[in-house]
């Protein structure tokens, strides 16, 4: 089958790595890809969100599958795009509807399904500016420390956790009257403070049946040691220790089960992967969070220890048949390490030449996440620019592999951390 794969990120490399060993690829496409995805396929210069580009290329292409890395394109809607145009509905999309995506697009959504449904999740109350003084006195008489969410799409940063009454009011009043996360903030989630270690569990779905793949933890500050700011991810590592089969039969009976029976009782188009941030309290699962793809840098890590065929799993779900597959995991540990710009963060560079990346092996894979072509050499494009991804018997053994070669990397105001899965080695 021909493939038209949509983003630029490592997350987006993993995916094209993965689907291009598949015997069922034909020729894969990577819109717009990066140096990496240009290994895989064929990179395409072409937006995720720029849908009437995307239908004239499918038409062009005889494309047999879309496959939407990042949330941009499935919250905008290209799954209902694809289903209400007669010349691509023989096009499958693998991701939800624009409805469903709303589980990613909205946190105030995600929360009133997880009410319905009776999902385990922190306590909460959303504000906007028609009840803003109402959530500021809400704030005042608040326990500490307080979350408060954007309830749109911030591109990962409209998550503040604050430690004084007085900082969340400012917070709050800076999403909501000075547009602080844009048109995401609008809308304020205020949540209750859970303390725990957090997981990331995904699944493969086709709206009835699922499939649950490696689970993986990822580190979000820059800092090593989980200090200073957050970013898009510093690294990931699979399996999570403490997800055991006790632990994840709860997470499938508490939370997976009745997402996907929730999503079919409500009539909600579902197609594709479920990303179910979570964090253990006391050995009980909670929601924080739904995502309507792979998370990224976890996918780094996720891709590498499935062993099954990417593009037979997602036929099965195109067919409905995703309940007679099974899901096998190879049984070494696999630890992310991701080398970002100096700044990143914030303010960052770009067009820094890159050296020493090595060819990837049965036990390490360098995945390209923010990198571009620049004649003959591989230059920087992006905060996130490389994850080092080993796999080993135990997770020490594939940190320190992965350091090894991060070290090995050269570009300008490389940074990185070397503690990725410290509380487990």
Same mark, same amino acid.
């Given at each position: 089958?021909?493939?038209?794969?949509?983003?630029? $990120?490592?997350? &987006?490399?993993?995916?094209?790595?993965?689907? %291009?060993?598949?015997?069922?690829?034909?020729?894969?496409?990577?819109?717009?890809?990066?140096?990496?995805?240009?290994?895989?396929?064929? !990179?395409?210069?072409?937006?995720?969100?720029?849908?009437?580009?995307? *239908?004239?290329?499918?038409?062009?292409?005889?494309?047999?599958?879309?496959?939407?890395?990042?949330?941009?394109?499935?919250?905008?809607?290209?799954?209902?795009?694809?289903?209400?145009?007669?010349?691509?509905?023989?096009?499958?999309?693998?991701?939800?509807?624009? &409805?469903?995506?709303?589980?990613?697009?909205?946190?105030?959504?995600? +929360?009133?399904?997880?009410?319905?449904?009776?999902?385990?999740?922190?306590?909460?109350?959303?504000?906007?500016?028609?009840?803003?003084?109402?959530?500021?006195?809400?704030?005042?008489?608040?326990?500490?420390?307080?979350?408060?969410?954007?309830?749109?799409?911030?591109?990962?940063?409209?998550?503040?956790? @604050? =430690?004084?009454?007085?900082?969340?009011?400012?917070?709050?009043?800076?999403?909501?009257?000075?547009?602080?996360?844009?048109?995401?903030?609008?809308?304020?989630?205020?949540?209750?403070?859970?303390?725990?270690?957090?997981?990331?569990?995904?699944?493969?779905?086709?709206?009835?049946?699922?499939?649950?793949?490696? &689970?993986?933890?990822?580190?979000?500050?820059?800092?090593?040691?989980? +200090?200073?700011? !957050?970013?898009?991810?510093?690294?990931?590592? =699979?399996?999570?220790?403490?997800?055991?089969?006790?632990?994840?039969?709860?997470?499938?009976?508490?939370?997976?089960?009745? @997402?996907?029976?929730?999503?079919?009782?409500?009539?909600?188009?579902?197609?594709?992967?479920?990303?179910?941030?979570?964090?253990?309290?006391?050995?009980?699962?909670?929601? /924080?969070?739904?995502?309507?793809?792979?998370?990224?840098?976890?996918?780094?890590?996720?891709?590498?220890?499935?062993?099954?065929?990417?593009?037979?799993?997602?036929?099965?779900?195109?067919?409905?048949?995703?309940?007679?597959?099974?899901?096998?995991?190879? =049984? *070494?540990?696999?630890?992310?390490?991701?080398?970002?710009?100096?700044?990143?963060?914030?303010?960052?560079?770009?067009?820094?030449?890159?050296? $020493?990346?090595?060819?990837? @092996?049965?036990?390490?894979?360098?995945?390209?996440?923010?990198?571009?072509? =620049?004649?003959?050499? /591989?230059? %920087? !494009? $992006?905060?996130?620019?490389?994850?080092?991804?080993?796999?080993?018997? !135990?997770?020490?053994?594939?940190?320190?592999? %992965?350091?090894?070669?991060?070290?090995?990397?050269?570009?300008?105001?490389?940074?990185?951390?070397?503690?990725? $899965?410290?509380?487990?080695?």
């Amino acid at each position: 089958m021909n493939v038209l794969l949509l983003g630029s $990120g490592g997350r &987006e490399h993993a995916l094209a790595r993965k689907m %291009s060993q598949s015997p069922q690829c034909g020729q894969l496409f990577i819109a717009p890809g990066n140096a990496g995805t240009s290994q895989c396929g064929t !990179n395409v210069d072409m937006g995720v969100s720029e849908f009437e580009k995307i *239908r004239a290329f499918c038409l062009e292409n005889a494309i047999d599958l879309v496959v939407p890395g990042s949330e941009e394109a499935l919250v905008n809607g290209i799954y209902d795009f694809f289903a209400g145009d007669a010349a691509l509905q023989h096009i499958p999309v693998m991701g939800p509807s624009q &409805e469903g995506a709303r589980l990613e697009g909205s946190k105030a959504f995600a +929360k009133l399904f997880m009410q319905r449904h009776q999902i385990p999740t922190a306590a909460y109350r959303e504000f906007n500016a028609d009840n803003f003084e109402e959530g500021v006195a809400y704030l005042q008489q608040h326990s500490l420390p307080i979350v408060l969410k954007a309830d749109g799409l911030a591109a990962g940063k409209g998550v503040v956790i @604050t =430690s004084s009454h007085e900082e969340a009011v400012t917070e709050f009043e800076q999403m909501i009257r000075d547009a602080k996360f844009g048109d995401a903030g609008k809308t304020v989630v205020i949540e209750q403070f859970l303390t725990g270690i957090e997981l990331s569990v995904f699944v493969l779905t086709d709206g009835h049946s699922y499939q649950i793949l490696p &689970e993986a933890k990822d580190y979000k500050r820059i800092g090593e040691g989980d +200090k200073g700011l !957050n970013t898009g991810g510093m690294g990931a590592v =699979s399996p999570v220790p403490f997800a055991d089969a006790a632990f994840m039969k709860k997470v499938e009976d508490q939370v997976i089960r009745p @997402t996907v029976t929730g999503l079919s009782k409500e009539g909600i188009k579902y197609n594709g992967f479920i990303f179910f941030g979570l964090i253990n309290v006391e050995g009980e699962p909670f929601v /924080i969070e739904y995502n309507c793809r792979m998370g990224d840098p976890e996918t780094e890590v996720v891709m590498p220890r499935l062993q099954n065929d990417l593009l037979e799993l997602f036929t099965a779900v195109i067919d409905g048949k995703l309940a007679e597959q099974t899901i096998y995991a190879d =049984s *070494r540990a696999a630890a992310t390490v991701m080398l970002v710009s100096k700044g990143y963060p914030e303010a960052y560079e770009k067009n820094k030449v890159i050296t $020493g990346i090595p060819a990837p @092996t049965n036990d390490q894979i360098v995945f390209h996440a923010g990198t571009k072509a =620049s004649g003959a050499e /591989i230059v %920087s !494009n $992006g905060g996130r620019v490389l994850a080092v991804t080993s796999l080993a018997t !135990n997770l020490a053994m594939a940190l320190a592999h %992965s350091v090894q070669t991060a070290e090995q990397i050269a570009f300008e105001g490389k940074t990185y951390r070397r503690d990725i $899965g410290y509380e487990f080695i």
